[in-house]
C-alpha cells in the first residue's frame, strides 16, 4: 500500500502499550532541517501520548542521514535506551548522491538492527520533491514520525 492511500499519522492508542518506562534516543539529521524539526516533533507528540516521559527522550544532531548510522550506534552503545528512532530526510537532486546515501543509511540502519539487541526504527525520508517531504512530515499524508514513534513502543516491548 503507498502512502498515499494510509494516513502516517493515525494509530489506535487503545492497542499501543504504555509508554511511561520506556527510554527513547532519537538521532535527527540536519539536512532539510524543516522537515527532520516536523518529523521529530510527530514523534515527540506521539511517544508522550503514549505515556513517554520528557526527561526519557533524548535528543541528538548530526550533519546528515549518511550520520544517522554512527549517531544511532553511538546512542546505543552509550545511552541506555529501549529503541532509537533515526529522523532523516533525503531528496533528490541533480545527482544520482541521493542514491548512494538513501542505500548507506537504509543498510546501516538495518545492520544495527542485526548486530544490537535494541530496536532502531528508520524514520527516513527518500523523496523525490520537497513537496513528497512536507506531505509526509505533517502534511496531507501524516507524520512519518508519529509512525516510526509507535512502531519504536511497539519494538521495544517485543517479546517481553
Ligand atoms: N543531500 C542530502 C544529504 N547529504 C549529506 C549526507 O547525508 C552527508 O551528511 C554528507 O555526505 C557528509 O557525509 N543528507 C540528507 O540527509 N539529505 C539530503 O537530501
Ligand atoms: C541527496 C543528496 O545528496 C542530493 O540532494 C544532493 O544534491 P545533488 O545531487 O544535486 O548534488
Redesign the pocket.
Known amino acids: 500500500m503507498a502512502t498515499e492511500n494510509k494516513n502516517l499519522s493515525v494509530y489506535d492508542k487503545t492497542i499501543i502499550p504504555s509508554a511511561e518506562h520506556l527510554r527513547f534516543g532519537i538521532v535527527v ?1 540536519e ?2 532541517h524543516e522537515i527532520t524539526e516536523a518529523l521529530f516533533k510527530g514523534a515527540r507528540e506521539a511517544l508522550m501520548d503514549c505515556g513517554a516521559k520528557t526527561e526519557n527522550i533524548r535528543r541528538w544532531n548530526v ?5 544517522l548510522t554512527f549517531g544511532c550506534k553511538k546512542m546505543l552503545t552509550t545511552q541506555q535506551v529501549d529503541a532509537v528512532i533515526a529522523i ?4 533528490q ?1 541533480e545527482t544520482k ?2 542514491d548512494f ?1 538513501c542505500s548507506a543509511v537504509a543498510q546501516g540502519i538495518k545492520d544495527l538492527n542485526v548486530h544490537f539487541d535494541t530496536p532502531v526504527i528508520f524514520c527516513v525520508l527518500t523523496d523525490n520533491t520537497l513537496q513528497q517531504a512536507k506531505d509526509r512530515s505533517g502534511g496531507k499524508h501524516g507524520n512519518k514520525g508519529t509512525e516510526a514513534a509507535i512502531a519504536a513502543i511497539q519494538m521495544a516491548v517485543l517479546g517481553t
Do not use: A
Open positions: 539529521s539536512w532539510n550533519p546528515g542521514s549518511f550520520e532523516g530526510s533525503v531528496i537532486g548522491h541521493f546515501v
